[in-house]
């Protein structure tokens, strides 16, 4: 952060301890020090290649109580694993009490640092006072969540001179750690760990579904042992109350282990304590396939994973194969067919797997054009689908078979103009309908069970806007909604609840929270992974763009997908293999195969989706 931090922070003796705390990185590029040239500012930790780990250097001799402050900032974006060497910068007292897991704090160029101008923390009184500043970005809290953050930050830094050693060290600081925004992203990677929905199950199988919880490991600190102790310990605060987790209370790693890593056979065996020694086979089971989905999502080659009992005798494993036939899990399931409109407002579909550019009527009402649409939603099973007639005033479901009847509406907007009528709908995959009624006078969210029945009112209330757009996340127990206030249209995800019995069901929207902050609006937006949507939109006085972002509002890696001008609706699977599928103001229906750049597929066309 040495280039992040201004006023003292830039060049002279603090750039140079700037440079001693990367000593062993630097020193591994270079085979000796320039003595002349001009002085540049440099990144405070220079992008590494991910294979190289960098150690912080520990306090100097006689070091000024700056280079103090700045070498222990420094310290925290190493990779030190219990910054061990950050603490040489404390006072004995204040390492005993800090506690760095307690939370991250992200700022956007790092912190910089102020003197406080009180006569009585001159340096030569033998005690100083720094604050550190900076503008906020996110907050990682002690469950690894990330949470989008905003405003100043300022934390003061106090220091005293050891009266016999003469040397300054930290002895009072904000508890966690702070670092830029550049430094986080070096550091920390986002990954899923699972858990099971714990009231739905999918499909016609009964099997739990699979929800992704995502959080923030350290990424060169032994991740893979991070992130299993991290998914014994639970799920993060905000998605607690709709998951279960198979592993019994108190369940743990054996102690001392840490280096969990596949062996040769692409297997990682991970020793438990006592507490999961008494369990059966089944929910031995669904305690593997929670191992074996997260730790794919960190470390893709992992084959299997087997749990070992306290004593060291095998429990259970499990590979793909086993782990997707114990539970459900939406990005395995790659879809049959990408389904859009075309120029007479029928449904018409092409399989996924195709290059061409033909599509076929679906079989059934929708296909024949018995009733044309403005939107539809094909069920995750591929058997049904529901539209919103071209007026948006009505809502059908009907089967995808050639004998499927259209039947009457199963739900009715009275909004006084298109745009204040329905939403396009949204399916999960317990088989639950999911559509909005932007009417001014009754604006509802409606659930519709099975897609059939009388339409149950969502409660949500924390909404303050009106829903412009809807989609369900397959698992059932998170919802993603583009919400207009003001003209402002923002995309937040709620947490869905439900309640009672099956005859008296009650289904609430709880705790929203922003998945783009700074966007000023979003045109279009779809789940295209387990915790990932991709979205259309634009920022404040920018132009749109199309991108990825995460359930926490946090910037997956990886590249954007390739610029599209004039997006009106875009289509995504959460299954990776399948491209992209957007409508273009310009070329119509378009897709993105992976690596590659849109190709047309139909001018008139609209409405694309992928089932969901």
Known sequence: MGADREGSARGGPARAVAYAALGVVLLAGCASMPDSGNLQDVESTPRQDTQVRVFAMPPQQDASS???????????????????????????????????????????????????????????????????EGSRVATVDAQQAYTPADGSYSRTVHLTKDAKSGQWRIDSLPQGVV????????????????????????????????????????????????????????????????????????????????????????????????????IGPAKCSEMATQLLFTLRNLTPTVDSVALQAVNGTRMCDAD????????????????????FLDGKHRLVRMAT????????????????????????????????????????????????ASDGSLGDAVLTSHGATEDDRLTAPSWDARGDLWVADRNPAKPRLYMLEQGVGQPLAVQIPELNGRIEDVRVAADGVRIALVVDKGGKQSLLIGRVERTGSD????????????????????TAMSWAGDSRLVVVGREQGGVQQTRYVQVDGSTPDGPAPAALTGVLAIAASEDDRVPLVAKSQDDGIVRLPSGDQWQKVVKDGSAPVYPG
């Open 179 to 278: 670092m830029g925004q550049s430094d986080f992203q070096r550091n920390y990677t986002s990954v899923d760990k699972y858990y099971f929905a714990s009231d739905t199950s999918a499909g016609q199988s009964g099997q739990p579904a699979a929800v992704a919880d995502p959080v923030f490991v350290r990424s060169r600190v032994d991740p893979t042992t991070q992130l299993v102790r991290s998914l014994l310990h639970g799920p993060t605060t905000w998605l607690r109350p709709v998951v279960r987790s198979s592993f019994p209370t108190g369940t743990a790693l054996k102690k001392g282990v840490s280096g969990l890593a596949p062996d040769d056979q692409n297997q990682v065996t991970v020793p438990l304590n006592v507490k999961a020694s008494r």
């Open 503 to 522: 005859d008296q069901q009650e289904v609430s929207v709880l705790e929203l929270r922003s998945a783009t902050p700074g966007s000023e609006e979003v």
């Open 66 to 132: 700056t280079e103090i402050v700045q070498g222990f900032l420094e310290a925290l974006t190493s990779d030190d694993p219990n910054y061990d060497t950050a603490r040489e910068y404390l006072t004995r007292a204040a390492s005993k009490s800090w506690r760095p897991e307690s939370q991250t704090t992200v700022l956007a160029n790092g912190p910089s640092m102020q003197t406080d101008p009180r006569p009585a923390t001159r340096e030569g009184t033998g005690s100083i006072t720094y604050t550190l």
């Open 353 to 400: 797997g195709t290059t061409g550019t033909t599509a076929y009527a679906v079989p059934g009402p929708f296909g024949a054009g018995t009733k044309p649409l403005r939107s539809v939603a094909v069920a995750r099973d591929e058997r049904t689908a529901a539209g919103v007639s071209s007026d948006g005033s009505a809502l059908y479901v009907t089967s995808l």
């Open 320 to 339: 793909e194969r086993q782990a997707e036939a114990t539970a459900w899990r939406a990005s395995t399931k790659r879809p049959e067919y990408l389904y």
